[in-house]
């Protein structure tokens, strides 16, 4: 059984940083993309970054510039940079991974989420 579990949440003034981390673990063919979505009271889902197994990134324009992902095949984990945050970084942070758990199953999981807050 696949598993995704985030650290490194909590509470941070702004201009502070945090740096989460993301583990999968189970049964695990080939992770594809990872990547981090973040939800805000009374907003939707949506993505802060992800990045391809070879390397290549992509991030929501409200962040380029302050938060960098990474990821380590070897240890499946990704994780998560976060510089000068912002009052509106405030959200629940998700980590998410394209796995394979054979070479014909593929489906997207979703650790349960870690709390990020940006005091002003």
């Known amino acids: 059984q696949v598993q995704l579990v985030e650290s490194g949440g909590g509470l941070v003034q702004a201009g502070g940083s945090l740096r989460l981390s993301c583990a999968a673990s189970g049964s695990i063919f080939r992770i594809n993309a990872m990547g981090w979505y973040r939800q805000a009271p009374g907003k939707q889902r949506s993505l802060v970054a992800v990045?391809?197994?070879?390397?290549?990134?992509n991030y929501a324009d409200s962040v380029k510039g302050r938060f960098t992902i990474s990821r380590d095949n070897a240890k499946k984990t990704v994780d998560l940079q976060m510089n000068s945050l912002k009052p509106e970084d405030t959200a629940v942070y998700y980590c998410?991974?394209?796995?394979?758990?054979?070479?014909?199953?593929?489906?997207?999981?979703w650790g349960r989420g870690t709390q990020v807050t940006v005091s002003s």
């Open positions: 990045i391809t197994i070879g390397g290549s990134t």
């Open positions: 998410n991974a394209d796995i394979q758990t054979t070479v014909l199953s593929r489906s997207d999981y």
